[in-house]
């Protein structure tokens, strides 16, 4: 059973990731990050939302009021420098996880 | 399209932040909720499938409002066991304790228990003792506020009789064999009316207030997805 802290480190880095090329609400965070990761990850609202807040309590993002393209007001994220800053190094942290549980796959399957 | 701010002012009433803070969070959740019901529209989902189907991205508004309460005050800050065990906890301790002296102080009649020689082993109100489900209550309550389980507020309920245990079941025995082999066969009989007066009945009357409260809130909790099913 994958851990809480596990899930949130996963859900920090696919959020973080979405936000790189630029600000977008809460709904377009949840929906890109689906279509990437081609429905493997989804965030419900009530998942994304209390992230969200825990990152921006964190400084990790920022959130402010803006007029989205269809006129409506939306609050839209973007990454901070602290952000930017914490992206890199979690995703080789990740990355090397993930290296360590293939390395493992295969030495069980041999 | 239903009227997604009504619903979710419903949902989230009493989130309890300030009027301004509460306010935006409803406005961006509604936000979300026009969008994926847009979107399911948009799909070809007729508009009853898609209020359904935006509505079942949240599984327990008890649980989201709480979760929310606690990252907009800033809790989460701090270590979860702290906030959901030790300081309901300690605070429920703190309280017995008042109430003690409180009874003791300003009450009459005290109920004595002494040994065969006529020394007294304790003494309790039995006011103390009807009080205490209050004190259970309010360190459960506290507990489950802060994202505890229900075993945590459980034991949060009775922590003010868990030193008192603690000393029931390590420090008097291991004392009496250690320093007074003989007498421990003699007292023992009076050590168990002693577990009896400190630790069981404060702890039934706390564990009573601590289930009472968890009977309350999962009461609350069904009454809320009861709404959601209405509205979707």
Redesign the interface.
Known sequence: MIGAGTKRGTAELAILSVLESGSL????I??RIERQTRGKLRF???S???LL??ME?KGLVRGA?EVSGNG????CYRLTAAGKKKLLPLRQEWSELFRALRQLAKVADA | MPDWEKLVREQLAGLDLGYQEEN??I???V??????FE?FCREGISEQDATRRAL?????WN??RR??Y???N?E??MEPRVTRFWLPGLLGFALAMILDVASHRFLSHPLVLSLDRGTPILRFHISWILALPLVGAIAAYLSRRAGGTLRTSLLSSIFPVLPIAAVFLVAIPTGLIVGHPIAYGIVAEKILYMALGWVLAPGAALLTGGLFVQRFLSGGSRSGHGVNAGVA
Do not use: F
């Open positions: 609400h809460g709904y377009e949840a929906h419900t609202l009530a994304l939302y209390p807040y825990r309590n009021w409506r007001r939306r609050r | 935006e969070i406005a961006e959740i936000g979300h909720l026009e969008e994926a979107s079942a991205q949240v599984a327990d649980d989201l979760k929310i606690l990252v907009r800033r989460d800050n």
